[in-house]
């Protein structure tokens, strides 16, 4: 995302701005992999949404000289969104900058860290409680394993967590025409995943001494697999029940694949290989240029310095039915103890 003319009148700092957008990573934050950024240019509109990726109907191309064209209908559809306005400030005593000059510190860099990370932080949590809240998915998109289907369960049969997996995959394959290829682990879920029984067994003759996120992305067939690290609580709000004990498959475009070579390593960019009128499980509107830095300025009233991030956005769901409930994946509840 580049400072457009207007912003650079409204006092964008370009350089400050490219920190926050291309540098700034965090890679334990991982829910964008399911909500890529996507720009838009009004602070409310139209959320393009898509009901499959294949139908699983194939069309006949062909046709005779002279003659008509096939007609392929093109099924998606739309609702309205509303951009949250979002901003942040980062503020700096005069005695305090000039001790960080001292230091060799870059007050401008270390601003774009601080903003970036607590909005980051935030924005994760927006993420989790659309992805993880089975109240957004349709029906027979999501299910609570019982008291002898969790996967850590003490039960003398233990679970196999590749027949819950594969049982999920196959409701969004029937509904969207394509394999879940994105496994997103609450905390405690990775690590009964981890030590189930099963898991162990088919990876002891490895050599590794303990379990990756790679190797259970690889031993169940996906492409990804992440797992949420957020606080339980935010202000007063228990985010514990909307990640830790949940497991979502989903589905989302094989495009983003190149950003996560050597690590969960995504800017907060958009991204040119993957546009808001692609099928995705969902998208981060945000306005074009933003996360956006502005100049810093002086404050007189606190002798300070001070720098403001705005980064007006809205998580959107789009891999939705016609009731814009999720089918783009399935959400496992209450696997463990």
Request: hydrophobic share 40%; with cysteine.
């Given at each position: 995302?580049?400072?457009?003319p207007?912003?650079?009148?409204?006092?964008?700092?370009?350089?400050?701005t490219?920190?926050?957008q291309t540098e700034f990573?965090?890679?334990?934050?991982?829910l964008?992999?399911?909500?890529?950024?996507?720009?838009?240019g009004?602070?409310?509109?139209?959320?393009?949404?898509?009901?499959?990726?294949?139908?699983?109907?194939?069309?006949d191309?062909?046709?005779?000289?002279?003659?008509?064209?096939?007609?392929?209908d093109d099924d998606?559809?739309?609702?309205?969104?509303?951009?949250?306005?979002?901003?942040l400030?980062?503020q700096?005593p005069?005695?305090k900058?000039?001790?960080?000059?001292?230091?060799?510190i870059n007050?401008?860099?270390?601003?774009v860290?601080?903003?970036?990370?607590?909005?980051?932080?935030?924005?994760?949590?927006?993420?989790?409680?659309?992805?993880?809240?089975?109240?957004?998915?349709?029906?027979?998109?999501?299910?609570?394993?019982?008291?002898?289907?969790?996967?850590?369960?003490?039960s003398?049969?233990?679970?196999?967590p590749?027949?819950?997996?594969?049982?999920?995959?196959?409701?969004?394959?029937?509904?969207?025409?394509?394999?879940?290829?994105?496994?997103v682990?609450?905390?405690?879920?990775?690590?009964?995943?981890a030590?189930?029984p099963?898991?162990?067994?088919?990876?002891?003759?490895?050599?590794?001494?303990?379990?990756?996120?790679?190797?259970?992305?690889?031993?169940?067939?996906?492409?990804l697999?992440?797992?949420?690290?957020?606080?339980?609580?935010?202000?007063?709000?228990?985010?514990?029940?909307?990640?830790?004990?949940?497991?979502?498959?989903?589905?989302?475009p094989?495009?983003?694949?190149a950003d996560?070579a050597?690590g969960?390593r995504?800017p907060?960019?958009?991204n040119r290989?993957?546009?808001r009128?692609?099928a995705?499980f969902g998208?981060?509107?945000?306005y074009?240029?933003?996360p956006?830095?502005?100049n810093?300025?002086?404050d007189?009233?606190?002798d300070?310095w001070c720098?403001?991030l705005?980064?007006n956005?809205s998580?959107?769901?789009?891999?939705?039915d016609?009731?814009?409930k999720l089918?783009?994946?399935?959400?496992?509840?209450?696997?463990?103890?």
């Amino acid at each position: 995302m580049s400072v457009n003319p207007y912003e650079a009148r409204a006092g964008a700092n370009r350089l400050l701005t490219n920190l926050a957008q291309t540098e700034f990573m965090m890679p334990e934050l991982v829910l964008r992999i399911l909500f890529p950024i996507a720009e838009v240019g009004q602070m409310g509109g139209l959320v393009p949404t898509f009901e499959s990726v294949w139908d699983g109907t194939e069309e006949d191309d062909a046709r005779a000289p002279g003659g008509n064209y096939n007609v392929v209908d093109d099924d998606w559809g739309s609702r309205p969104y509303k951009l949250d306005g979002r901003g942040l400030k980062y503020q700096i005593p005069e005695e305090k900058e000039v001790d960080a000059n001292t230091e060799g510190i870059n007050v401008g860099e270390r601003a774009v860290q601080v903003l970036m990370e607590k909005t980051a932080i935030k924005l994760e949590r927006e993420q989790a409680l659309i992805a993880g809240t089975a109240a957004n998915y349709a029906t027979g998109h999501t299910a609570a394993l019982g008291a002898d289907e969790k996967f850590n369960t003490a039960s003398a049969t233990p679970v196999n967590p590749g027949e819950t997996l594969r049982a999920g995959n196959a409701v969004v394959r029937n509904k969207i025409g394509r394999d879940t290829n994105v496994l997103v682990l609450g905390d405690d879920s990775a690590d009964a995943l981890a030590e189930n029984p099963f898991v162990v067994d088919r990876i002891k003759h490895t050599g590794r001494d303990s379990i990756t996120m790679d190797m259970l992305a690889n031993l169940y067939n996906y492409q990804l697999a992440v797992k949420v690290m957020l606080p339980n609580t935010f202000k007063g709000l228990a985010l514990s029940a909307y990640v830790d004990p949940r497991i979502l498959a989903a589905w989302q475009p094989t495009n983003q694949g190149a950003d996560l070579a050597g690590g969960f390593r995504v800017p907060y960019q958009i991204n040119r290989r993957i546009t808001r009128f692609m099928a995705s499980f969902g998208f981060t509107y945000t306005y074009q240029g933003q996360p956006r830095m502005s100049n810093r300025y002086w404050d007189e009233d606190t002798d300070s310095w001070c720098y403001k991030l705005k980064f007006n956005r809205s998580a959107e769901a789009t891999g939705v039915d016609n009731s814009n409930k999720l089918i783009f994946g399935y959400l496992h509840t209450a696997c463990v103890v």
